[in-house]
């Protein structure tokens, strides 16, 4: 298991490696630090060098941030880090999962798309670039169900 959960103190961690997966957009340590006090909001690490924050609200919750160091990618960390958020996600009772992705993000949508997130939405032009991002959207299954598999059918 290279994947844990983390609070404020693991801050300046997540800041390295939010700074080397999105050198255009670096999240401080500080930013990080107040949304990890939060308590809508898990930290995950994945100590080979990726980070994901999860935020909770209810029976739904958004993924506000996934990056892997470039060094590591293309070796399932962010998958792992995607899973255990998943898992985490239905053990909670989320039922509806979401995030937003660049349109031209191929790694990121080929990411989501192999973990079973459908597009549901779309914002235009909705980072500085210009570029449009797509919402998506995973169903879990609840936690309770009798559903042997963690994603529902649609
Ligand atoms: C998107 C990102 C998190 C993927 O992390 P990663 O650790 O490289 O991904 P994984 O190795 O776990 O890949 C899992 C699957 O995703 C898909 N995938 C990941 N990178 C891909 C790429 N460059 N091209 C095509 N498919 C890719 C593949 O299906 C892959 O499975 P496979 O390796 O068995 O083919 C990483 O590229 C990253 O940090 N990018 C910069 C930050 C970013 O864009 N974050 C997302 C913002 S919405």
Do not use: K
């Amino acid at each position: 298991m290279t994947v844990q959960r983390v609070g404020p103190a693991h801050a300046a961690v997540l800041a390295a490696i939010h700074g080397a997966a999105f050198p255009q957009e670096p999240w401080g340590a500080g930013a990080l630090q107040v949304q990890l006090e939060m308590h809508s909001v898990i930290g995950l690490l994945d100590e080979r060098g990726g980070l994901l924050l999860l935020r909770v609200t209810a029976d739904e919750a958004e993924i506000l941030t996934i990056g892997v160091v470039p060094a590591m990618r293309r070796h399932g960390v962010g998958r792992a880090l995607l899973d255990e958020a998943l898992d985490r996600a239905a053990a909670l009772g989320v039922r509806a999962l979401y995030l937003e992705v660049g349109v031209c993000n191929g790694p990121a949508r080929a990411l989501y798309e192999a973990a079973g997130f459908l597009e549901v939405g779309r914002r235009r032009r909705y980072y500085a670039s210009g570029e449009d991002a797509l919402v998506l959207r995973a169903t879990l299954a609840a936690a309770s169900d009798a559903a042997p598999t963690r994603l529902a059918s649609n």
